[in-house]
Nanobody, 114 residues
Framework: QVQLVESGGGLVQPGGSLRVSCAAS???????MGWYRRAPGKQRELVAD???????AYAGSVKGRFTISRDNAKNTVYLQMNSLKPEDTAVYYC?????????WGQGTQVTVSS
């Protein structure tokens, strides 16, 4: 079983940048890793995903602004968020999945506001 702990959330002004991290309790080598978010009153949505082969995918709303990366040696996945907008405000969740194994972190709040 893999435990995921997110960190790095906070309050940032529109146009600013923030990097959130997700540290896993064990090896993520075989896992695809993803970041999801849930905004107030909305369903959770996929933000970005990186496969075990380092292939990335992004939601259209964040493409060109967000970058997902992984460091298998540190069992950590990152989400670099640039040019943040108020509509990016949400709880961001880390996800690890491999076959039927799916794990979630507890989430970290990101608030974009002036």
């Amino acid at each position: 079983q893999v435990q995921l702990v997110e960190s790095g959330g906070g309050l940032v002004q529109p146009g600013g940048s923030l990097r959130v991290s997700c540290a896993a309790s064990g090896s993520i080598f075989t896992y695809a890793m993803g970041w999801y978010r849930r905004a107030p009153g909305k369903q959770r949505e996929l933000v970005a995903d990186v496969s075990s082969a380092y292939t990335t995918a992004y939601a259209g709303s964040v493409k060109g602004r967000f970058t997902i990366s992984r460091d298998n040696a540190k069992n950590t996945v990152y989400l670099q968020m640039n040019s943040l907008k108020p509509e990016d405000t949400a709880v961001y969740y880390c996800n690890a999945h491999h076959g039927e194994d799916v794990y979630w972190g507890q989430g970290t709040q990101v608030t974009v506001s002036s």
